[in-house]
């Protein structure tokens, strides 16, 4: 079977999981962690460059701040597209605020921005706050997932 590196989104560990097993709930072989449960994880940088470099299923990120109202009203869409692809995209956000020079690296102007990696590289990038259905819209089309 076609096996995909994930990176653990909690401790940065690589994994590899059997392409037909993704879907399955795996778990990190280091700390246990499920590596494609449909939840948001929140990430730190080590974490992050470690994942936009590795992982062969699409990960999006969503780059927040607290103090952004619609970073916040994102939110909860976010982690609904989150458990509807569930299995075929991975979603992480981290915080602009805590972690500046992120937004340097990544050449950030406005937030929310979300960012989609996959197989080592950058492959989209959408800002502006937008639904659960439209973020689904926005990963199909470019991540060529079907519904």
Known sequence: MD????????CGAINR?????????????????KLADGH???LDPKVLYKAEGND????VVDFWAPWCGPCRMMAPEFAKA???LKGNVRF???????????????????IPLMIVYQN??????QAGAM?????????????????
């Open 56 to 59: 062969q299923l699409p990960l």
């Open 120 to 125: 080592g590289k950058e492959i989209a990038r």
């Open 17 to 33: 999981v059997a392409g037909d097993k993704v879907s399955a709930g795996p778990k990190c072989g280091v700390c246990g962690a």
């Open 3 to 10: 096996a995909k590196k994930l990176t653990c989104l909690s």
């Open 131 to 147: 639904p659960a259905q439209q973020i689904e819209g926005f990963l199909r089309a470019k991540t060529g997932v079907s519904a």
């Open 82 to 84: 989150a458990q509807a």
């Open 92 to 110: 992480a956000k981290i915080n602009t605020e805590q972690y500046p020079a992120v937004s340097q690296k990544h050449g950030i102007r406005g």
């Open 40 to 42: 948001v994880a929140e």
